[in-house]
């Protein structure tokens, strides 16, 4: 009986670490899909700003096509520069920026890559509020021609500066009061957040050691 009992004890233990063990590489291969990304730039209305783009594929990105919708009403017709090798850029309809091109090689392009950037001019008009530089991956494609699992996306954007407030000129020998600066949007966004995995990791380590310790704990009892 005590045989039979430790043996499904061992047998548990085997199935958990089985279990996390598919579990983990299932989120490992979420987290393969790669990135495209835009920053975030602030800019007085009627003002240029510059967006760039970039990208990551763990597996190397070989093929690819990335259409960049602007839109026209509050940032005007876009214009663009590529960066990434093999790479070019065009206005394809008035508002759409399209990134493409190819790496020729098997293992394609590894690791983050500049896309390229998109320069605007915020409408004189628009006094508040971010618009987006909305991306679609149309082809991302490793150096075999495979595509890669639908990658990340985290749009560019360009807010609109607030303001400044208008002071009245203070008089003769009163205090001046300094002004508080006003907080603006970061730039820029992630190139790939692996938290997620990092707790994945966590929890099938504290799971497994404590199956081992209840596995030890009922073999002593039962002996």
């Excluded at 628009?126 to 991956?137: F, K, M, Q």
């Excluded at 990658?151 to 203070?170: D, F, Q, S, Y």
Aim: aromatic share 4%; glycine share 14%.
């Amino acid at each position: 009986m005590t045989k039979q009992t430790t043996l499904g004890l061992g047998t548990i233990t085997v199935g958990v670490v089985v279990a996390l063990a598919a579990l983990l590489l299932f989120a490992s291969s979420a987290f393969a899909a790669g990135t495209i990304s835009g920053t975030t730039e602030n800019v007085a209305a009627g003002g240029t700003a510059t967006v760039t783009f970039s990208e990551s594929s763990p597996t190397g990105l070989g093929n690819w096509q990335f259409d960049i919708t602007v839109d026209a009403a509050k940032l005007g017709v876009p214009t663009c520069a590529n960066v990434i090798p093999g790479g070019g850029c065009n206005i394809v309809s008035g508002n759409v920026v399209r990134f493409a091109g190819a790496d020729g090689s098997a293992t394609g392009l590894t690791g983050n890559q500049t896309i390229g950037t998109i320069t605007v001019t915020a409408a004189a008009a628009l006094t508040t509020g971010c618009s987006d530089l909305t991306i679609a991956a149309t082809h991302f494609e490793d150096g075999t021609g495979t595509a890669i699992p639908t990658p990340t996306i985290t749009n560019g954007k360009v807010c609109i500066e607030a303001a400044a407030t208008a002071t009245a000129t203070p008089a003769p020998g009163s205090a001046t009061a300094s002004p508080t600066p006003k907080a603006l949007p970061q730039t820029g966004g992630p190139a790939g957040d692996t938290s997620d995995l990092t707790w994945l990791v966590a929890a099938a380590g504290l799971v497994i050691v404590a199956a081992g310790a209840w596995t030890m704990s009922r073999s002593r009892k039962d002996n």
